[in-house]
């Protein structure tokens, strides 16, 4: 059973190109959250959703970045015009879906170069 | 005030120290909580769930009070393979992450 899976895992791009990472979340599992995080910083939230639906997503910056979840295929965070200020290691979790308890499952990661 | 708020560190401790690490959280409606570990550039790990009795695994004991909303980590007979960034997360109705406390050991 594999666990969570992220691609790519690494992925540079040109100040002003998009990027697209993607989640595949654990058999089973129907929620997504998104974090991202810099050098020697914490890990910021960014937005959980769960099949076709966004439950929260106060920490998406308001221009550029958007996620989704589709009801098949992976889930995708897309950041356009990419700028420096974006490179950063991008994490994605999955957890079954009970709000009130349970635990998420990382992937690996997609860290993000911006040349 | 931070939703999640740890103690930094590092702590740096010799093999075989007792080390604990707090946490303290601002949503009173936190339903769930945790703790993770991450090692350098790679992804979190869950280490344990926390629960109100408390709840060890092996050399690993959490306390949760929901009083004083603070949560705790205990550490005994520390090892190499320790050293890490531990995580505090509390669940209200997402996964929210404290900074990270850093933890050294040393032999």
């Known amino acids: 059973n594999a666990g969570v899976m992220q691609n790519p895992r690494h992925l540079v791009r040109r100040r002003g190109q998009e990027a697209r990472l993607r989640c595949s979340p654990m058999?089973?599992?129907?929620?997504v959250y998104w974090y991202r995080q810099l050098p020697e910083e914490g890990l910021k939230f960014m937005v959980y959703?769960?099949?076709?639906?966004?439950?929260?997503e106060s920490g998406m910056p308001k221009e550029r970045f958007s996620a989704e979840f589709p009801k098949e295929g992976p889930s995708i965070l897309r950041i356009q015009q990419v700028v420096r200020g974006d490179s950063a290691a991008y994490f994605c979790?999955?957890?079954?879906?009970?709000?009130?308890?349970?635990?998420?499952?990382f992937g690996q990661g997609t860290r993000l170069t911006v040349v | 005030r931070k939703e999640v708020e740890q103690d930094p560190g590092p702590f740096n401790v010799p093999e075989g120290a007792t080390v604990a690490f707090n946490c303290t959280y601002s949503n009173s409606a936190s339903q769930s909580f945790f703790w993770y570990r991450q090692d350098c550039r790679k992804e979190p790990k869950l280490l344990m769930s926390v629960y109100s009795s408390g709840n060890e695994d092996g050399r690993f004991t959490a306390q949760l009070n929901r009083a004083s909303q603070y949560i705790s980590l205990l550490i005994r007979d520390s090892k190499l393979s320790d050293s890490a960034t531990y995580l505090c997360?509390?669940?209200?109705?997402?996964?929210?992450f404290g900074a990270g406390t850093i933890l050294r050991v040393k032999s």
């Open positions: 997360v509390v669940n209200p109705n997402k996964l929210v």
């Open positions: 979790a999955s957890s079954p879906g009970d709000r009130g308890g349970t635990e998420a499952f």
């Open positions: 058999k089973g599992h129907s929620h």
């Open positions: 959703l769960q099949k076709e639906n966004i439950i929260d």
